[in-house]
């Protein structure tokens, strides 16, 4: 399904913020409406950058330790996922999830990576992981990670194109991601030309709550009845 879905269906979407897209899928999905999305803060690397949505690439990591595999197998790694990275569809998001009982202890993230993601046509990265290098990382790479660091440490990857969960969000590659400094959700592939849809419908009813409450006459009567007339708006 998600072959069907391309790089225009997702620039659709980054119109709307994260929590707008989560609105949506409550509507469209609503056996999801608890799960699927980030549930823990991450920081933004700039929260000011609007969102975005791509199709994911896994990796897992780890940074306590010294890798057990040899410099060269550790070379052949990296190189994989580089590769894994670079391969289509486009546009993607990283989502890393870092191993370590304490995680963010070594940062994967920094000037070199959000340089190298970007120009391999990532628009974004997730992780429960940490970054540095905040003022020289790469402008415009939306990145959110669990805290920020000043070392990688022993940083690593362990594996690649993997199953991968970061403060609850679960995805595989390929899997559709939007993600803006409110966190990340995952987008059924189904859902995806569905949103414009539902957002249209949320937010006509939310206008007349809105446009209730900012009335100057506004009374619990009045919100009452807008409550109610939200029912009739389809």
Request: aromatic share 6%; with cysteine.
């Amino acid at each position: 399904m998600s072959d069907a879905i391309t790089a225009d269906d997702l620039a659709v979407l980054t119109q709307w913020d994260t929590p707008t897209i989560c609105n949506a899928l409550e509507e469209i999905v609503p056996e999801r409406r608890g799960h699927g999305f980030t549930t823990q803060h991450l920081f933004a690397l700039d929260p000011s950058l609007p969102p975005v949505c791509g199709f994911a690439r896994t990796a897992t990591i780890r940074a306590a330790e010294q890798p057990r595999e040899t410099v060269a197998e550790v070379a052949a790694k990296r190189t994989a996922y580089y590769e894994y990275v670079a391969a289509g569809p486009m546009p993607t998001i990283a989502v890393i999830q870092d191993l370590d009982p304490v995680p963010g202890i070594g940062a994967f993230w920094g000037e070199v990576q959000t340089t190298v993601h970007k120009g391999l046509g990532a628009v974004g990265a997730v992780t429960n992981g940490s970054f540095r290098d905040v003022p020289d990382s790469a402008r415009g790479f939306h990145l959110i990670g669990g805290k920020v660091g000043p070392s990688h440490a022993y940083v690593h990857l362990v594996d690649i194109d993997c199953l991968v969960t970061v403060h609850g969000l679960t995805v595989s590659t390929n899997d559709i991601v939007h993600m803006d400094q409110h966190g990340a959700v995952m987008i059924p592939p189904e859902a995806v030309q569905k949103i414009p849809a539902a957002i249209d419908l949320i937010a006509r009813r939310e206008h007349v709550i809105i446009a209730a409450a900012q009335a100057d006459d506004f009374t619990i009567d009045k919100l009452k009845t807008a409550i109610g007339q939200t029912a009739d708006i389809h």
